[in-house]
């Protein structure tokens, strides 16, 4: 199935796209995105390799959908949504929001876009300025993007903390003075100031507790309700992006290894990385499995000198020599609507 299948495929059900789309139109599309970064010799600071953090992901994103981006960490899932929003220059590849190229925009063209597309980050508490007053820290999009008085953006955000659950009469409070959980939802609140259309959501959850991370996911589905936004949800959680992904992108080393409709990607999983990601997952009654499922041994290979041929062939269980010599393409082998990377997939029973 193509991409633009599988963006048709998740769109029932989803809530209604911004005003000018249609739900499960495409929104943005990533294109052989590549993203390497220099290794400089301590003496002379001379180019002596590259890191391929990013090594040729494509995948595109809907109206009003949410795909989840999964991996282990270090395979290139920040870098990705760093990339997308130019704070990473790309190497090579395209970055097309409406089918403009962010990739090869200007500084002053960026500008624009920005508002269209932003991000939430990992870390609350690094991602705001400690010196600044909630205030100023969910207004100062307003205040770059040159939108309203200073009246106009008070109310803003006023109306914006009342959006993700915060009292409006918090705007005069520090940093310092909210909850991990909170200081998220004040990340959230001022990606959302200039009302856009996609949120790039990087590891949104993982530093807060786990009661924390409902409220938080809970919050996330109702705004993507009410103002019918897209997401690009990065997690290495599984069990979180399969409660609020629509569609589902498997990555390693660098590269999507397999992707496709949530519950096609979940309960029957064609690349060994994905089903060892899965067997991972801690399930209420282990002995409802249907079978024991093989892990991936060792850990990941160093960025530096990924394998040659299929980049997970060192940890996986079923390499033969065809393995080092081809680099598996990504298609679909089984008809199942979803591609996977592997010379030699399975479809596997469902997952319990």
């Known amino acids: 199935m193509t991409a633009e299948g599988e963006v048709a495929t998740a769109a029932a059900g989803r809530a209604e796209a911004p005003p000018g789309t249609t739900a499960g139109e495409e929104i943005l599309r990533v294109e ?43 395979c290139g899932k920040s870098t990705t949504a760093l990339a997308i929003m130019r704070v990473h220059e790309p190497t ?24 269209n597309v932003q991000i939430v980050f990992q870390d609350p508490q690094g991602s705001v300025n400690p010196r600044m007053t909630v205030d100023d820290i969910v207004g100062e999009p307003l205040l770059i993007h040159g939108t ?8 803003r955000v ?20 909210f909850s991990g959980g909170q200081l998220q939802r004040i990340g959230v609140a001022r990606a959302l100031a200039l009302d856009p259309e996609v949120l790039v959501l990087d590891e949104p959850v993982s530093a807060l507790d786990v009661s924390i991370q409902a409220q938080v996911i809970t919050l996330l589905q109702r705004l993507q309700e009410e103002l019918g936004l897209a997401y690009l949800f990065i997690s290495h959680d599984l069990s979180v992006v399969r409660h609020i992904s629509d569609r589902v992108a498997v990555m390693y080393l660098g590269r999507i290894i397999e992707t496709g409709p949530r519950d096609a990607v979940y309960r029957m999983p064609t690349h060994p990385y994905t089903q060892s990601l899965l ?62 990377a592997c010379h030699f997939a399975d479809a596997s029973p469902d997952l319990p």
């Not at 995105?33 to 002596?48: T, Y």
């Not at 090579?92 to 508002?115: N, Q, T, Y």
């Open 32 to 74: 052989d995105l590549v993203v390497h970064f220099p290794i400089r010799s301590a003496l002379l600071q001379r180019v002596v390799g590259r890191v391929p953090a990013v090594d040729g992901v494509s995948f595109s994103l809907g109206a009003g959908e949410t795909l989840g981006l999964v991996g282990e960490s270090g």
């Open 158 to 177: 006023a109306e914006l903390l009342d959006l993700v659950g915060l009292q409006p009469e918090h705007a005069n409070r520090y940093p310092h003075q």
């Open 148 to 155: 309203g008085d200073r009246a106009h953006r008070r109310r």
């Open 92 to 115: 090579a590849g395209r970055i097309l929001f409406k089918g403009r190229d962010l990739a090869s925009c200007s500084k002053r063209e960026l500008h624009d876009v920005r508002r």
């Open 279 to 340: 067997a991972a997952v801690p399930v209420p009654d282990p002995s409802a499995r249907h079978e024991t499922r093989a892990l991936a041994t060792g850990d990941a290979p160093v960025p530096t000198a990924p394998p040659s041929g299929c980049r997970f062939r060192t940890r996986c269980w079923k390499a033969q020599d065809r393995c080092a010599d081809e680099v598996p393409e990504l298609i679909d082998r089984f008809g199942h609507g979803h591609p996977s």
